[in-house]
């Protein structure tokens, strides 16, 4: 007998670039973006923090040194946190050349730049709010930029815009106060928690390593605050195996430094 037919809401898992294409390009460059661009892949993910001086600015580390040239630059401003350093100070630093001399030049874009290429190159982004108990009022003032840029128009906010954190009352303020934009808790709450972090979130993402199949379901099974069922984007996936297996399982997105290796792996899955 013929197979049964696949659910009409089947779908492959989303592939999403974290930190852009981040195996091919310095992590949260317009370099890593344009790169995701080149192989095809729409969706990226970044990290948003704030500068001294107020600037919402694209980077992981809650420090410098790590994707930057901050320590020889200013040796004598350890411990070199972001917090620390005005926008103008971090524009002035490489953030390319720890990666490949190719990438010499590259910059820490703001988020402003970076919503700018991904206007340019018709891109969808995956926000992550990093360590928001740092820079409060976070949550509001990267909602303004979005509206500024906008990206808070109803296109955008159904089919472009996700805003996720590790914390998760950052993400229950960005939907209180924007309850049209689609938001992510980062982690693995217990099966029985999940109705509760439905409330203010429309996906549960956690680490490839606690995806099963049950995992999944059970999230399926529970409906986000915009009465669709819960989704699962997993991290951070780099071999077509693992992403094979994590596709089997059910997730809808895939967040990768390889996107293009989890598209082809879960292609027709
Ligand atoms: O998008 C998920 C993933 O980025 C979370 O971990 O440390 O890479 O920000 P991290
Ligand atoms: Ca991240």
Do not use: C
């Not at 317009?30 to 969706?43: F, N, S, Y």
């Not at 923090?49 to 420090?63: A, F, N, P, S």
């Not at 820079?135 to 128009?153: A, H």
């Not at 472009?160 to 950052?170: R, V, W």
């Amino acid at each position: 007998a013929a197979a049964p037919a696949a659910p009409a809401s089947h779908r492959p898992a989303l592939p999403v670039g974290h930190r852009g294409a981040s195996a091919y390009a310095p992590e949260n460059t317009l370099a890593a973006v344009d790169k995701a661009r080149q192989l095809g892949i729409e969706w990226v993910e970044n990290d948003v923090q704030r500068t001294k001086d107020g600037e919402l600015i694209v980077m992981h580390d809650t420090t410098l040194s790590r994707t930057t040239d901050v320590e020889q630059r200013f040796p004598d401003r350890a411990p070199w946190k972001i917090a620390d350093f005005t926008a103008k100070e971090i524009k002035s630093l490489d953030a390319g050349s720890w990666f490949g001399k190719e990438f010499e030049g590259e910059r820490v874009p703001t988020l402003d730049e970076y919503l700018s290429r991904l206007n340019r190159n018709r891109q969808e982004l995956l926000l992550e709010l990093k360590s928001p108990d740092l820079y409060p009022g976070i949550e509001r003032q990267t909602l303004d930029t979005l509206s500024r840029k906008g990206w808070l128009n109803r296109h955008h906010t159904k089919n472009k815009l996700i805003i996720q954190s590790f914390d998760a009352k950052a993400v229950e303020k960005v939907h209180q106060d924007r309850p049209d934009v689609k938001t992510g808790f980062l982690g693995t709450p217990k099966v029985s928690e999940l109705k509760s972090y439905a409330k203010f979130a429309d996906q549960i993402n956690p680490a490839y390593g606690d995806v099963s199949k049950e995992y999944v379901d059970a999230a399926h099974d529970v409906r986000g605050p915009h009465h669709r069922r819960l989704e699962v984007f997993t991290w951070t996936v780099n071999d077509a195996e693992t992403a094979k297996k994590v596709a089997g399982a059910g997730v809808d997105g895939i967040i990768s430094n390889k996107p293009d290796v989890v598209r082809d792996a879960v292609k027709g899955a």
